[in-house]
């Protein structure tokens, strides 16, 4: 599945940005989603993911940097990641990336989990 990642752009800290993944020509239903996150000098995080188990319950699982402050959601078109109370240290290209999902809804926060990568974008927190 080919992913698209937008949504960056550049911010004050404290504010707020809404990130979104969506793939081309067909829905994420049954694709597990994470959004990582590389900043300048520095391998790649995990941020997010969600999931959906075959009796259709939502997983989600954090990043202990994020936690609190971002919240990923997801429908059958699109997966977002709303981020509030932004500061430098979010300052990164992030990334979406696609797994097909798992009858339990298994949360996948590893790269090697993840075959189907978006192209990233930017964000960048400054005054």
């Known amino acids: 599945v080919q992913l698209q990642a937008s949504g960056g752009g550049l911010v004050q800290p404290g504010g707020s940005l809404r990130l979104t993944c969506t793939a081309s020509g067909r829905a994420l239903r049954d694709y597990a989603v994470g959004w990582f996150r590389r900043a300048p000098g520095k391998e790649r995080e995990f941020v997010a993911a969600v999931s959906r188990s075959r009796g259709y319950i939502y997983n989600t699982n954090y990043g202990d940097s994020v936690k609190g402050r971002f919240t990923i959601s997801k429908d059958n078109a699109a997966v977002s990641l709303q981020m509030n109370s932004l500061s430098s240290e979010d300052t990164a290209v992030y990334y979406c990336?696609?797994?097909?999902?798992?009858?339990?809804?298994?949360?996948?926060?590893?790269?090697?989990?993840?075959?189907?990568w978006g192209q990233g974008t930017q964000v960048t927190v400054s005054s």
């Open positions: 990336a696609a797994a097909r999902t798992t009858a339990t809804g298994t949360v996948f926060t590893t790269e090697i989990a993840y075959p189907s």
